[in-house]
């Protein structure tokens, strides 16, 4: 259950949001083998100029940090990070206008509703 968090422009998030959200939610079942119903996301629109990215285009910039459990190989994440640039690239989202962060830690440090 890998947890997404986007920071992204309003304007973007305003024309992207629901078409962002599944070609995330689709890159992660692609590259990690996660069920579909697997969902767990949090948007966070800024206002403009409040993401900033050296080498950015000028276009929609922005940031995907990846909270999961260590155990995924390095092939993997490169698969996830292919995904998620081919398929936000499809959205109008220039490949130097992203940034994908991914951190991890053990299956210990997570809750999701029941033990």
Known sequence: ???????LDE?????????LSQSIHDAQ?????????????VHR?????????????GGHPMVIRITMVHRYPMATKRGLYSAIER???????????LRIVILENGYEDWYAGRL
Not at 1 to 7: A, C, V
Not at 11 to 19: Q, S, V
Request: no cysteine; charged share 30%; proline share 9%.
């Open 1 to 7: 259950m890998p947890f997404i968090q986007i920071d």
């Open 11 to 19: 304007d973007a998030y305003g024309d992207l949001r629901e078409k």
């Open 29 to 41: 079942i692609e590259a990690l083998d996660i069920p579909a119903d697997d969902l767990f996301q």
């Open 45 to 57: 629109p800024h206002a403009p100029g409040e993401v900033r990215l050296g080498g950015a285009s």
């Open 87 to 97: 398929r936000v690239h499809d959205l109008g989202v220039q490949p130097e206008d």
